[in-house]
Nanobody, 122 residues
Framework: QVQLVESGGGLVQAGGSLRLSCAAS????????LGWFRQAPGKEREIVAR????????YYADSVKGRFTISRDNAKNTVYLQMNSLKPEDTAVYYCAASAMITSVINRYDYWGQGTQVTVSS
């Protein structure tokens, strides 16, 4: 079992920045691939970014490429999502998740946090 707890969400104006954190406990954190997902009201959950275990290969959705950065600190069992140049369309509940696979497929992620709300005002 891996337990994930997100933090760092909040209300920010368009153009601003937030950094989300996801603290993990339980099984060996460094063995898992980690992803950030988001779900806006009335929309399906979508991947935002992911980072592999080991050398930390990253992937970003086109909608956030160049604005968001995912990183991980295995010593702290934490994964981060730095979000810059935020837009109103980034408003959503953001979730971190862990998978044994390097994948963007939502149902391949076995462990999920409870989510943190990000609201970007125009």
């Amino acid at each position: 079992q891996v337990q994930l707890v997100e933090s760092g969400g909040g209300l920010v104006q368009a153009g601003g920045s937030l950094r989300l954190s996801c603290a993990a406990s339980g099984r060996t954190f460094s063995n898992y691939n980690l992803g950030w997902f988001r779900q806006a009201p009335g929309k399906e959950r979508e991947i935002v970014a992911r980072i592999s275990w080991g050398i930390g290969i990253t992937y970003y959705a086109d909608s956030v490429k160049g604005r968001f950065t995912i990183s991980r600190d295995n010593a702290k069992n934490t994964v981060y999502l730095q979000m810059n140049s935020l837009k109103p369309e980034d408003t959503a509940v953001y979730y971190c998740a862990a998978s044994a696979m390097i994948t963007s497929v939502i149902n391949r992620y076995d462990y999920w946090g409870q989510g943190t709300q990000v609201t970007v005002s125009s």
